[in-house]
């Protein structure tokens, strides 16, 4: 079977299947994966020929509403046995914290392609299996039952599988919302503000996470560049207190000044600090952060067909 064609498009990376691939991935013959096409069911591209392509991110979009469960997951480019295994929050986080403290990726892959896959909202994701598997680790590590190269492999390994599903998450649509941000001078914390980006994008936000440890002069600069409608802060760690809250305070009256909402959030932030703090909002979870982005934006849900097919195609 031919390997999916990549494609890109400005900042969108895309991976195209044919439907013969699809169908083979889920198990249904190619005659009623086509039909799901022409009804718009699954929203296809054409090639220059006019043959049905299926980017990745609208595969995985119809997988997770429909329920479909996958029977040939490595067709799609996803870890064996997805979307046939753990689907219930809490055994997925005692999974994931195992297979981050032992090392096994294909494990920690498929507990989040198996969540992602089953509907579950990714920031209730995030928070009750990714950070929630985290915390778990770093008491483990703070009461010296693992050790620090088991922290920082479990770190190297959540990264590389939440950059994977960055491909499986759309990019916001051209006219949607920009949000940006990062974490500033001496904070290394790189997963969370990574996480922060793919919330919004799952709410079909365009957002880009800077990283980590910007000072806050550059900071600035990046919002007054791109002039997004929320810029977030994560601060996991604080070096200097009083320049945070300087470096904070001055990027609030900035992103005011633009009407930018400034969104904080991270374990630091505690709420006798935020008593110094000028922002719009905090959030103590990716859910929060949810709840506040549809306060700001809500996308616009796809075309339902009307069921007549969509132009003339030509046989694959
Ligand atoms: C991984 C980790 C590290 C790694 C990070 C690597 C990386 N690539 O990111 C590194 C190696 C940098 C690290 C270093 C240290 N660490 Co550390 N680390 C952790 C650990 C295990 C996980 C943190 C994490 O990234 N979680 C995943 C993210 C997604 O979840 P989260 O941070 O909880 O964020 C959630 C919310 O806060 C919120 N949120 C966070 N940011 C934002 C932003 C926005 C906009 C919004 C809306 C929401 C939001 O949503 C998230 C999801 O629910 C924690 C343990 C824990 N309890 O979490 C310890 C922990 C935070 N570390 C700790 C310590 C002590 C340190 C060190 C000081 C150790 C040392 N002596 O060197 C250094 C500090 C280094 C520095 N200068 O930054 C302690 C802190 C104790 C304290 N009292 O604060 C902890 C709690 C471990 C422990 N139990 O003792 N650490």
Redesign the pocket.
């Known amino acids: 079977m031919p390997s999916p064609q990549i494609i890109q498009t400005g900042q969108i990376v895309q991976t195209l299947f044919t439907p013969k691939q699809v169908a083979k991935a889920i198990g249904v013959s190619e005659s009623s994966l086509k039909r799901w096409c022409d009804q718009g069911v699954i929203h296809m591209k054409k090639t220059a020929g006019g043959h049905r392509r299926l980017p990745i991110q609208e595969v995985m979009r119809f997988l997770r509403e429909s329920g479909h469960s996958i029977v040939d997951p490595a067709v799609l480019g996803l870890p064996s046995l997805s979307g046939q295994g753990e689907r219930v929050v809490a055994r997925s986080r005692l999974m994931f914290r195992d297979a981050l403290v032992s090392g096994n990726e294909e494990i920690a892959r498929r507990v989040l392609y198996d969540l992602y896959l089953s509907n579950i909202p990714l920031s209730q994701m995030?928070?009750?299996v990714?950070?929630?598997a985290?915390?778990?680790?770093?008491?483990a590590?703070?009461c010296g039952q693992i050790d620090?190269f088991e922290?920082?492999r479990?770190?190297?390994i959540?990264?590389k599988v939440l950059f994977e599903l960055t491909a499986a998450i759309p990019y916001g649509l051209p006219n949607a919302p920009l949000a940006m941000?990062g974490t500033c001078s001496?904070?290394?914390?790189?997963?969370?503000?990574?996480?922060?980006e793919h919330?919004f994008r799952s709410l079909g936000w365009r957002a880009t996470s800077l990283g980590?440890n910007i000072p806050f002069e550059s900071l600035k600069l990046a919002l007054i560049r791109s002039k997004p409608k929320i810029f977030?802060?994560?601060?996991?760690?604080i070096?200097d207190i009083d320049q945070f809250r300087e470096g904070i305070n001055s990027l609030y009256d900035l992103a005011e000044s633009m009407g930018t909402a400034l969104?904080?959030?991270?374990?630091?932030v505690d709420v006798e600090l935020r008593k110094t703090l000028r922002y719009t909002?905090?959030?103590?979870?990716?859910?929060?952060?949810e709840a506040?982005a549809k306060t700001q934006y809500v996308s616009p849900q796809p075309e339902m067909p009307t069921g007549e097919s969509q132009g003339n195609v030509e046989n694959e």
Request: with cysteine; aromatic share 14%.
């Open positions: 995030i928070d009750q990714f950070a929630a985290f915390e778990d680790i770093g008491n590590w703070e620090i922290e920082r479990g770190c190297q959540a990264q941000g001496g904070d290394q914390y790189t997963l969370a503000t990574i996480c922060v919330v980590t977030w802060i994560s601060a996991s760690y070096e969104l904080l959030g991270g374990r630091t909002a905090f959030a103590d979870s990716m859910q929060h952060l506040f």
